[in-house]
């Protein structure tokens, strides 16, 4: 089942004189995990806002083409009307709290209050959420004493808990410290067990790498590459546009290049552990 | 962690407090029919006595410090000072007065024209303070969105009182950072003014750009989404108080009736 | 606060007002820890009502007027002279005035005016001519020099307040101008004050 749907859609900005995204056609079905990399100013947030309906609802300019989420036409259902269609975690953990909540526990059931869910139903999808999340220490502090880490995961948290058919979440890790992005990642992981379809933008290349199962790659507006994590990832094309690959793809190229044939070139540590075995000679 | 039938109790528990959890239209109704009939009170001890019976409640309560440090300088200027200086500039026929300080005359009559005024000051101000010591702002708000405040509304209400203390506390971060840069804070006036819009400027600026992703936010976790709303947090409204509000309601009226025609008309 | 089923809000605006009350607060601070002579607490009241328009500002006003009420009752009376300041300010507004500094200073002369026409009333009648701030001495020693109490209460408010919301102007006047393009398109009235008037789109873009 195709969940998000571009066809040729191109937007300018209204105070933007080049156009962020040009002539993009995409499709993600039910399911799938999609990283969205490239360089800043490539058009990723672009992508996302677009799907979510920010653009053209929100940030107005002018766009072509047509947007289809569920099955519904984005440019013609409002913000709101989308809430329980895509869920969107931004950039800033200090911007995304509702500002009005006493407790974790609450802001996380915030937007099940703004749909009108029955009281214990709230009460009882939020406990199962901190527990699956375990950000039980959290549930009764104040949101505005969390630091941008645990913002962060309270946020992932207010949105995986409303059951969106999508969830968008735009580099989330950015802003936060190493202890942070570890935490956030492993909710990540927890998503993609759960096989939610999600939609990442990341410039962590090396955690791309462990998660995604496709990748599209953006330049200047467009989608230069879309297609299984590994062929992306490894593929020269990358070079030719100054994106980095992840590491091990680099560690692999580079002993290819120097005449240490492998299978395949590993992207995560565990492709990369494989590859070098049978060249690890042991003390017999 | 706990059940949800325990946590959906946590999130509707009173306090064990009868003050403290009345339901916040019980307060405010109470605002209401003091302000009304201190104007109808022929006697300025009305004031006085809504005081003191506030005082007892905000007592009981727990919070009488905080009642009392907020009075304070109420009574102090429109009791006070107020009565003071009405006694002096009253003007009239038939003034008794009792002090002279130069050309001024105290009069009787102007002391209980300044009393008069300073009971109606107190009959609101102090149900007010009461109120704001003993509920909180979002128990207040639930209870007004009971009587339809919009949810438009109830979110402005709830997030300026917790934006004011946070932007308030990012303000001193900036003006520290910008004392260490070496901007002037002491010194003359116009010293002292040019340090003013370096402080404020970033804090205005960084608020607008906060704000586009924050509304942003908001609308995409269904803030207009179109139903009526539910909350996770309860406060109940009893029968008993609910008849307590009527009869408080009636026997206010009555109240007004009888004390204004003593006022105005005996 | 009732519903306000004629004009809807834009959710930006809902987002800015929060903000704006805050701003007025901070300002107020401010001004007293650097011992300013002014209250300068309305320059929130003055931005949102110029790039938001008339109802952002009333709402603006009525929620500082409540919020400084819950510490000092007697400042939710002023509540209704700081909506109206709002409002005032919004209507000449989207007239323009708050384009070009000469203009804007007129902005402040008349809000200076609404606010002595609203707050004098509150003062008189309800508070005797005695404020918390040092408007009260100026009033008692006019009476004390043979003024009535309306007029003493009149000249005590115009004194601090003209000097305080036309200063209040041209701080808001010159923060107005540092908002970026970017965000000012996105409020009601911010297509006033963009820098560039239309953005031209470049050749050969795909």
Not at chain 1, 163 to 169: H, R
Not at chain 1, 205 to 232: H, N, S, T, Y
Not at chain 2, 229 to 258: E, H, N, S
Request: glycine share 8%; net charge neutral.
């Amino acid at each position: 089942m195709v969940c998000v749907e571009l066809k040729d859609v191109s937007y300018r900005y209204p105070t933007g004189e080049k156009k962020a995204l040009k002539h993009i056609n995409l499709q993600i079905s039910k399911g799938e995990f999609v990283a969205v990399i490239g360089k800043n100013g490539s058009g990723k947030t672009s992508l996302c806002n677009a799907i979510r309906g920010f653009i053209p609802h929100f940030y107005k300019g002018e766009l072509t083409g047509e947007i289809y989420l569920n099955g519904k036409n984005v440019l013609e259902s409002s913000i709101s009307d989308l809430t329980l269609d895509a869920g969107y975690v931004f950039q800033n953990p200090f911007s995304q709290t509702s500002g009005t909540k006493e407790t974790v526990f609450e802001e996380i059931g915030y937007g099940l209050e703004c749909i009108g869910m029955d009281r214990m139903q709230i009460i009882e999808k939020v406990c199962n959420i901190i527990q699956t999340l375990q950000i039980e220490h959290l549930a009764y502090k104040s949101p505005i004493s969390l630091s941008g880490g645990q913002r962060q995961r309270v946020s992932l948290a207010s949105i995986i808990v409303m059951e969106p058919e999508v969830l968008i979440i735009d580099e989330p890790t950015s802003q936060l410290d190493p202890k942070g992005t570890e935490d956030v990642f492993e909710i990540i992981h927890k998503l993609k067990n759960m096989g939610k379809t999600v939609i990442l933008v990341e410039h962590k290349i090396d955690l791309i790498a462990e998660f995604a199962e496709r990748v599209v790659f953006m330049d200047k507006g467009k989608i230069i590459l879309d297609g299984p994590a590994r062929e992306v990832l490894t593929s020269p094309i990358l070079e030719e546009y100054n994106c980095t690959m992840p590491q091990y793809a680099i560690l692999g190229r580079e002993m290819m290049r120097r005449g240490y044939p492998l299978q395949s070139v590993p992207i995560t540590l565990q492709e990369a552990k494989e590859a070098v075995k049978p060249y690890i000679r042991t003390e017999e | 962690m706990e059940s949800a039938q325990e946590i959906a109790a946590r999130f509707a528990a009173k306090k064990g407090n009868p003050v403290l959890d009345l339901y916040p239209a019980s307060k405010l109704m109470f605002v209401l029919c003091m302000l009304v009939a201190s104007i109808c009170s022929p006697h300025w001890c009305f004031g006085f006595i809504v005081f003191i019976v506030c005082g007892i409640l905000t007592a009981f309560a727990g919070e009488l410090k905080g009642f009392l440090k907020g009075m304070r300088i109420i009574l102090i200027l429109f009791v006070g000072l107020l009565t003071v200086v009405r006694a002096f500039f009253y003007t009239g026929d038939n003034l008794h007065y009792f002090l002279q300080l130069g050309s001024f005359h105290m009069s009787w009559e102007g002391v209980a024209v300044g009393l008069g005024m300073g009971s109606i000051v107190l009959s609101v101000t102090s149900p007010l303070l009461m109120t704001t010591k003993t509920a909180t702002v979002e128990d207040i708000v639930i209870a007004l969105e009971h009587m339809g405040l919009s949810p438009t509304a109830s979110f402005l209400v709830l997030s300026t009182f917790q934006m004011v203390p946070e932007l308030n506390a990012r303000s001193a971060v900036i003006q520290d950072s910008q004392k260490s840069r070496s901007i002037e804070v002491e010194g003359n006036l116009l010293v002292r003014a040019k340090a003013f819009f370096p402080m404020i400027t970033p804090l205005v600026l960084s608020s607008f750009a906060s704000t586009e992703e924050k509304s942003v936010a908001l609308e995409s976790r269904g803030f207009n989404y179109k139903c009526s709303k539910t909350r996770i947090r309860v406060i109940t409204d009893t029968p008993a108080q609910k008849r307590g509000r009527i009869l408080m309601g009636i026997l206010t009226g009555i109240f007004c009736v009888v004390g204004g025609y003593f006022k105005w008309f005996a | 606060m009732s519903d306000k089923p004629k004009k809807k809000l834009e959710m930006i605006t809902v987002a800015l007002i929060p903000f704006a009350v805050a701003i007025n607060f901070v300002g107020y601070f401010l001004a007293s820890s650097l011992k300013l002579p002014m209250y300068l607490d309305s320059i929130g009241t003055y931005i949102v009502a110029a790039t938001c328009g008339w109802l952002p500002g009333l709402i603006t006003g009525i929620l500082t007027g409540v919020l400084e009420g819950v510490s000092y009752p007697p400042s939710m009376a002023y509540a209704i002279n700081c909506a109206a300041c709002g409002v005032v300010i919004g209507l000449l507004a989207s007239k323009g005035w708050m384009k070009k500094f000469l203009p804007a200073l007129g902005v402040g002369l008349v809000v200076t005016l609404t606010s002595v026409l609203i707050s004098t009333p509150i003062t008189a009648f309800l508070f005797g001519g005695i404020t918390e701030t040092g408007n009260s001495v100026i009033a008692i020693a006019l009476q004390a020099a043979g003024f009535g109490l309306i007029p003493a209460v009149i000249v005590s408010t115009v004194l601090t307040e003209a000097l305080d919301k036309v200063l209040v102007a041209i701080v808001a006047f010159f923060i107005i101008k540092a908002i970026s393009d970017r965000f000012l398109s996105k409020l009601p009235l911010g297509h006033l004050y963009l820098k560039k008037s239309v953005v031209q789109a470049s050749e050969d873009d795909d």
